[in-house]
DNA sequence: AAGACTTACAACCGCATATAC
DNA sequence: TGTATATGCGGTTGTAAGTCT
């Protein structure tokens, strides 16, 4: 084991190459191929270590090198890879012809995850972004009403008890949303209270209660991402179009509907809601749609990833 | 026009695994 | 079977080019 010493040797250069070096370099391997990495500098009369050979080569000078943008068809491919392989670039270059790991990861880096991080989209998880939720509990002190009793008698009721709740919520932060837009055009929450009517605001102290003791790990993706949306919500400071039936309990129940979840019993009515996000600042539907190439559940806020199961048994 | 900042990407580093002996 | 070396991979960095102020 340990550490290869091959560029362990002094006096090798570094750094970029220059074209007389590239020259050599494909000269040599089109006469010997590269049977071994480590003898081929000094084949070629480069000052390179072998394993800077080999990267130049793999990932610049070999002739079945796609270069240039990404086409969407690509982006697309590794979007959906990613969220089934992670970082496994090499992986993931295995089916893109052409395309070397390096370029897809530096893709990724510099532009898909960026892309997934606007749209409130976790780049590892391939899920929204759940970190966002934390700033939740600070807002959730701004609407600090009585407390009615809650009891959960089973996963179901409590799910439904939350939806209410989640809809009640989104409720406060377009209301707060609105005050803000309309009073001050600041996006920060921290000064609504005052803005606010109080006997608008819903009850949501057993919401904050249940945020901090649930283990979102155990919860149904619906939920979490119910939550997040939710959230996106607080930082809104665009304008609010209105977008029917896309409320936080048709999400809720669209998600777990699909993941096998018992169907509603209990529902806000959607015309005492108030819309949805504006996608246009980045999240929901519109954004996730584009990013994902239009497989999105008509009314749901998550596109369903296609997986692929023959790929999913070769790297299972 | 110039400096600050951002973006894109080539290249390096170090770890993990495969292979040779 | 154990150890040394070679190779491959993913994370990170350096820097040139582009954009903004």
Redesign the pocket.
């Known amino acids: ?7 362990d040797e002094v006096g090798l ?5 220059t074209a007389e070096e590239d020259q050599k370099l494909v000269q040599c391997i089109q006469k010997h191929g ?7 500098p000094k084949l070629a009369g480069l000052n ?5 050979c ?3 080569w ?3 000078l070999r002739p079945d090198i796609k ?1 240039g ?1 990404f086409s969407s068809e690509e982006e697309q491919t590794i979007l959906h890879l990613h969220s089934i ?9 295995a089916h893109l012809p052409g395309r ?4 897809i ?3 990724w ?3 898909l995850k ?1 892309k997934l991080i606007r749209a409130g989209i976790d780049p590892v998880t391939h899920r929204p972004r759940t970190d966002l939720f934390a700033t939740l509990p600070q807002l959730m002190a701004l609407a600090s009403l009585g407390v009615p009793p809650m009891d959960y008698r089973s996963l179901d009721d409590q799910l439904r008890a939350e939806a209410v709740q989640l809809a009640n919520l989104q409720r406060y932060l377009l209301q707060s949303s609105a005050a803000i837009n309309t009073s001050t055009g600041d996006n920060d929450l921290g000064g609504i209270t005052s803005e606010m009517d109080p006997t608008n605001l819903p009850n949501l102290q057993p919401l904050t209660t249940m945020i901090l003791s649930t283990d979102l790990s155990r919860s149904p993706f619906a939920v979490v991402d119910a939550r997040t949306q939710l959230h996106h919500l607080s930082e809104i400071s665009c304008s609010l179009e209105q977008s029917p039936g896309n409320d936080a309990t048709s999400i809720y129940f669209s998600q777990g509907e699909s993941k096998g979840l018992a169907a509603p019993m209990v529902s806000p009515p959607p015309s005492a809601l108030p819309p949805l996000a504006d996608a246009s600042m980045g999240s929901g539907d519109a954004c996730s749609s584009s990013i994902y190439g239009g497989s999105v559940a008509a009314n749901s806020f998550w596109p369903e990833v296609l997986f692929d199961e023959p790929l999913l048994a070769e790297f299972a």
Request: net charge positive; with cysteine; glycine share 10%.
């Open positions: 084991m340990g550490r290869s010493p091959c560029c250069k570094k750094g970029p190459w590269h049977g071994s990495w480590r003898a081929l390179r270590c072998g394993k800077s080999r990267l130049r793999t990932n610049y270069r943008k392989l992670g970082n496994k670039w090499s992986a993931i270059a070397t790991d390096n370029e990861k530096n893709f880096n510099t532009h960026k």
